[in-house]
Each structure stands twice: as C-alpha cells, then as structure tokens.
C-alpha cells in the first residue's frame, strides 16, 4: 500500500483525514500513484495535473524519503521506500511571494 500525504487545501476537496493508502498496480511512480489517487478521489483531477498533457501544475511539487523529484519523469520507479509503504509520497502546495 502507498502512503500519500496531500496539502491541506487537497485533503478539504477530497474530503480527507490524515493520509491516504493506495494500492497501485504494476510500477509505482509518480504516474501509477496520481492516477490510483484520481481514480479514488475524481475531485481531485485536474488540481495535481493538467487534464490534458497530464504535466505536474506549476506550484505543485512531489516528494519522496526527503528529496524532491518534481522535475524526475512521470514514470521513473519511486524509491523502495515508498514502493513498499515505509516512507510516504508527498504532494506539496509550492507557495510563492515577493
């Protein structure tokens, strides 16, 4: 089971308390995990990603075992940690300001 810890403001839209447990079939990447959460929680989709190209939304950054991976292609394999459950994969709401 993946372990997904979203933003507050994601947790509110969805309805959610806490973290989320997915199963994910086949490789778990970024790609396997956000569409296993978009089909949990439809509300969701278009806020992680674009409908149409599928891209991660600018102020929206993705974690795992404490490095950010935003910019590692969608389907490259998580690390094991995530994979197996022991560590969780973070969405994070980027926050900007002048």
């Known amino acids: 089971m ?10 509110t ?14 490789p778990v ?18 806020t992680i990603r674009d409908h149409l190209t599928q891209q991660r939304r600018a102020f ?6 404490e490095e950010d991976i935003s910019h590692e292609p969608p389907d490259a394999p998580l690390p094991d940690a995530v994979a197996s459950g022991v560590e969780p994969f973070f ?3 980027a926050i900007a300001g002048g």
């Open 60 to 65: 929206v950054r993705f974690f795992a075992c």
């Open 91 to 93: 969405i994070v709401g």
């Open 13 to 26: 839209l969805a309805r959610i308390d806490g973290e989320v447990g997915l199963d994910v079939e086949g």
């Open 29 to 46: 990447t970024q790609r396997s995990v956000l569409d296993a959460l978009e089909v949990h929680y439809p509300m969701l989709r278009g």
């Open 2 to 11: 993946i372990r997904v810890i979203l933003p507050a403001h994601l947790r």
